[in-house]
């Protein structure tokens, strides 16, 4: 059987190094001219209230453009882009569109524009008693272009193209996806594509991130596109380069126990730049005290009287987005004088443990699993799916800890002013020229 063929080029010109992308991986072969054919950015998020750095976080606009071009060069005229970013976090999908310089697309080239959260969702058999409900678009598209972004993810290692298809999904199957048990993340959502007629997966891979999957990751300047007809052997090359063999990546492995593929990178046909030349490790996850207190960051400025446990796989993307903020508030708290010993918890299975004084129940999930725990002395809970930060403040303030939303603020500027320095750097990535 011949090897699946993946194309890694080094980004120079974003619209010739497509082209050559496409060229070596055979990437347009798969489609017919009449297709109705959907691209699936990564649009995870967005924010216009407060500083927001896209870098290794959203598909640049630039790769979009030049899709959208080599396509309409191609002959294929029957185009949509659509994504369901996270619903309650993200703005209204038309508004990020003409952020993003799609509106532009749309006048040019007849790109249809769509919000799967706008949309209907078709509930979707995949056998076993497992159901997602899945946009009717993605669904009822007749191939799908998947540009996701080289970026890791701090629940699944990496977060590619695989992962990328979660924004299909509706806001109540996204939360079923970060289930417990035979439900955990990692089982669940490598099961979407197989429903979706997803025939090429182009990489953005212009930047990268660490701690991904949000902004408060950190971005470098990488300049790789990375594409293949073959979903899983892309998902398996872009992980090589973040630097992590899919052997270690748990979806990886259970998307290729039960599609029967390889997870050794010899065992495909990588054209172009070399697996070897560009592979550097890209950390993934945050660190935590051995004794699970807090990250490393709190135990190091002496924060004593405080515990919050390390966020799980359960918790989803809503709740992991407000997750950061929530430690930046706490941190914010403290003024050198130990917290009134505090236990911090989130997801759908951290059980509060006894001996706290005061305990916080991070989200809907966290206050339900634990509504009848008698280890609790006194609840706190911060009700919201996702919690709402600015409430999150106004309740703890009533306990004597007393949060700043500014230095928040002050946080967000500082991510967003990070890159204004960084050679390489460029908001232009996300707009259409
Ligand atoms: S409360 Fe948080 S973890 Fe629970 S469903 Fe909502 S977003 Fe997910």
Not at 161 to 190: A, T, W, Y
């Amino acid at each position: 059987m011949a090897k699946a063929s993946v194309s890694m080029v080094k980004v120079t010109d974003v619209y010739e190094s497509l082209q050559e992308s496409l060229k070596l991986c055979d990437g347009l072969a798969g489609l017919n001219l009449k297709d109705r054919i959907l691209i699936k950015p990564n649009i995870v998020s967005w924010d216009f209230d407060l500083p927001f750095p896209p870098y290794g976080v959203v598909t640049t606009s630039v790769v979009i453009s030049a899709l959208v071009r080599i396509l309409s060069e191609h002959g294929f005229s029957n185009l949509t882009i659509g994504e369901g970013a996270l619903p309650m976090l993200s703005p209204d999908g038309d508004v990020v569109y003409e952020a993003l310089g799609y509106k532009t697309l749309q006048e040019r080239f007849g790109v249809k524009l769509v919000d799967f959260n706008k949309e209907e969702f078709v509930t979707t058999d995949y056998g076993d008693g497992f159901k997602l409900e899945i946009a009717k678009q993605a669904l009822e598209a007749e191939k799908i272009i998947n540009v996701p972004v080289l970026k890791t993810h701090n629940q699944a290692k990496v977060s590619l193209g695989i992962k990328n298809l979660k924004g299909c999904l509706s806001k109540k199957s996204k939360q079923s996806c970060h289930g417990v048990g035979d439900e955990e993340l990692s089982r669940m959502f490598p099961r979407i594509i197989d429903k979706l007629p997803v025939a090429l997966t182009i990489i953005d891979g212009l930047y990268t991130l660490e701690k991904g999957p949000g902004p408060t990751g950190k971005a470098f300047r990488k300049d790789l596109l990375i594409a293949s007809r073959d979903p899983f052997a892309c998902d398996l090359v872009g992980a090589a380069i973040l630097g992590y063999p899919a052997k270690e990546v748990p979806h990886l492995n259970h998307y290729a126990n039960s599609h029967g593929c390889s997870l050794e990178v010899s065992d495909y046909e990588v054209t172009g730049e070399s697996v070897a030349d560009h592979q550097e490790y890209v950390t993934y996850d945050w660190e935590w005290s051995e004794t699970d207190t807090g990250p490393v960051g709190f135990e190091k400025r002496g924060i004593t009287g405080l515990a919050i446990r390390k966020y799980d796989s359960s918790l989803c993307t809503g709740c992991s987005v407000q997750y950061n903020p929530m430690l930046i508030l706490l941190s914010s708290a403290f003024k050198g004088e130990p917290f009134p010993n505090v236990e911090v918890v989130s997801g759908k299975q951290q059980m509060a443990a006894r001996g706290f004084d005061k305990t916080v129940l991070f989200g809907k999930c966290a206050c339900h699993f634990n509504k009848d725990n008698p280890n609790i002395h006194k609840a706190i809970p911060i009700w919201g799916c996702p919690p709402d930060l600015e409430i999150f403040v106004e309740v703890l303030a009533h306990e004597e800890i007393k949060c700043d939303y500014n230095e928040y603020i002050s946080f967000r500027n500082y991510l967003f002013g990070r890159y204004k320095e960084s050679e390489g750097f460029n908001l232009a990535d996300w707009s259409v020229k």
